[in-house]
């Protein structure tokens, strides 16, 4: 009896892992695309580019703004500004009806999951996000991968865990020396949301300006 419960065992967890080698494989990719932006015209980097002086001067400052940025300018920013180097070539941004949708192609060995190390997420992920001073709120909508849909029930649930995960990641942040200067932008915001078909953040401070 025990020898059957072992090899009974021993099946299951190996169609698991056999299951869960084959998702990750329809789900994801062994390479990298390159996610294709509209070049910005001059006007339209100089526009997103004050709009984010704006904002790093106000936390600087310790100073109350809210700044709107469209998908525009989040795009025009990821094509031609220095500091989105990272971004560029891996991100595209649309934002309608208070949804941020990103046409992504990004590498997964950050997750902290077997079999990731060397593939890729490319596809498209649609959300609502907010975050206040009580933490993040992240609503899925819809997600595609590779040409697969996932179904919508089952990435839904998913919303709590995300938004725990970046409540971990932003209270984890460095403070000091070691603090980088992403941490102590972040450290300035109040809030951010995605409304209408723009991200609205706004800064720590006095009065709002």
């Avoid at 990731?116 to 649609?126: D, E, M, P, V």
């Avoid at 179904?151 to 839904?156: I, K, T, V």
């Amino acid at each position: 009896m025990l020898l059957i419960a072992i090899a009974g065992l021993a099946l299951v967890l190996g169609a698991t892992w056999y299951l869960y080698g084959k998702a990750i494989n329809s789900i994801t990719a062994g390479q990298s695309t390159t996610v294709q932006l509209e070049e910005p015209s001059a006007e339209q980097f100089a526009a997103a580019s004050e709009k984010l002086a704006q904002l790093r001067n106000a936390a600087d400052a310790k100073q109350a703004v809210t700044v709107e940025l469209t998908a525009m300018d989040l795009n025009a920013l990821i094509a031609r500004h220095p500091q989105f180097d990272d971004l560029r070539g891996k991100m595209r941004v649309a934002i309608a009806e208070s949804i941020m949708t990103l046409d992504l192609s990004v590498p997964m060995s950050g997750l902290p999951l077997p079999r990731l190390s060397r593939r890729w997420f490319t596809g498209r992920i649609s959300f609502g996000f907010s975050y206040d001073e009580s933490g993040f709120s992240f609503t899925p909508r819809s997600l595609e991968a590779s040409g697969h849909t996932i179904a919508e029930e089952l990435f839904s649930d998913l919303g709590p865990t995300i938004a725990s995960y970046f409540d971990r990641q932003y209270s984890q942040s460095e403070t000091g020396e070691n603090e980088s200067e992403r941490d102590r932008f972040w450290k300035q915001v109040r809030s951010l949301a995605v409304v209408d078909d723009k991200v609205v953040v706004t800064t720590k401070g006095g009065e709002t300006i």
